[in-house]
Each structure stands twice: as structure tokens, then as C-alpha cells.
């Protein structure tokens, strides 16, 4: 099976939007199976909770997604490993582990980063990266892309960022409408990102 995705991120929290990416990516056929495959702790990025309790989201968020399709793998070894990994070393990590290069799942604003991301030698990510990339309200799609290798999908979807969520939970305000039952039980029940 050679048409293969990665879904690598934070998901700190995942969100029913990151639920409805997977499930639209797979209903549409454009790949036959997703490795949702979330990162380490990155300092680039405010967690606001502890390790230990975002691998139980990670994993309760997981076994929510096995429910529905048995077409989507998990993969912890980024997960696991304290490093800022790159585009590169997840690339080079699956094409190791697939014998293939899998297509990579990314949001449209991450574009205008991609020529300055680290180890991005001969232009390896915009020219021979095989890419998916998901539209964003508020970004507009360029007209012309100096890339290879990638796929634009304009998702009717609701739109909430992980940041969105934790601002709110901060604030009290109700995110039953954006977080699967189990993962905002989690949330609630520890008492997290207040």
C-alpha cells in the first residue's frame, strides 16, 4: 500500500477538526490510510500541560479514531523521543520504515515557511516532498507555487485551532462542540489548560 499519509503535529489538544481532516482525507480516497503521527513537546510551542497527560489525550483521541476507521495507524516514536524534529527527519523516518515516500498532511499557511526549514537541502521538501495541503479560512491559496509534489483540498469544515481551544477551556467557556466526548472527559476530569 503505497498511498500513504502523515499526519504529524502537536494536536495539543486534537480537535474535532483534526477528527474531520482524517475522516474527509480517507472518505475522498485521497490516500488509503493516515499514520496520525504527533511530535514531542516542541519549544516553539506553549503545551500548558504535562507530558504524561498529553500522550493519555493523545491515545484516548487515537482509539477514538480506530473506532471509526481501521485505516488510520498511530505512531509514537516522535511522540516519545525529546527533539524538535524536522520535515526532514519525519520524511526520512517513514521513508525507512514504508521502503516509500509517504504524502505529508500540512495547513496552506505553512507554504511561505517551507524554503527556510532546517536540513531543506536541494529543495527537497517543495520539490520532491509529496504533499497534502489543507485550505485555511483567511489564507489565500497562491496563484503560482514554485513546488512539485503537492495536492490543495478546500475542506468545508469548521475551522477551530488547538490554540482556540485551550483559550477557551482557560476561559471557561464550553468546547463541547470542538473536542470528541472522551478527550474533553480527560480534559475536564484533570482539570487542564486553566
Do not use: C
Not at 177 to 184: Q, S, Y
Amino acid at each position: 500500500m503505497k498511498n500513504i499519509a502523515i499526519y504529524w503535529g502537536a494536536f495539543n489538544p486534537p480537535t474535532i477538526w483534526h477528527f474531520q481532516v482524517i475522516k474527509w482525507v480517507l472518505e475522498k480516497g485521497i490516500v488509503e490510510k493516515i499514520i496520525f503521527s504527533p511530535d514531542w513537546t516542541r519549544k516553539d510551542k506553549d503545551y500548558k500541560i504535562q507530558n504524561i497527560d498529553r500522550e493519555k489525550i493523545i491515545e484516548i483521541f487515537f482509539a477514538e479514531l480506530k473506532q471509526r476507521w481501521l485505516n488510520v495507524d498511530f505512531e509514537d516514536y516522535f511522540l516519545k523521543n525529546p527533539w524538535n524534529t524536522t520535515t526532514i527527519e519525519v520524511e526520512n523516518y517513514f521513508k525507512d520504515k514504508l521502503w516509500f515516500s509517504p504524502y505529508h498532511i500540512f495547513w496552506i499557511d505553512t507554504i511561505s515557511s517551507m524554503p527556510n526549514r532546517v536540513w531543506n537541502t536541494e529543495k527537497y521538501i517543495e520539490n520532491k516532498l509529496k504533499k497534502i495541503f489543507i485550505n485555511r479560512k483567511g489564507f489565500a491559496i497562491p496563484k503560482k507555487l514554485d513546488m512539485e509534489n503537492y495536492q490543495i483540498f478546500d475542506l468545508n469544515i469548521l475551522e477551530i485551532s488547538s490554540t482556540t481551544v485551550r483559550e477557551m477551556i482557560k476561559n471557561k467557556m464550553k468546547v463541547d462542540h470542538i473536542l470528541t466526548p472522551k478527550v474533553r472527559d480527560y480534559i475536564e476530569e484533570n482539570w487542564l489548560y486553566i
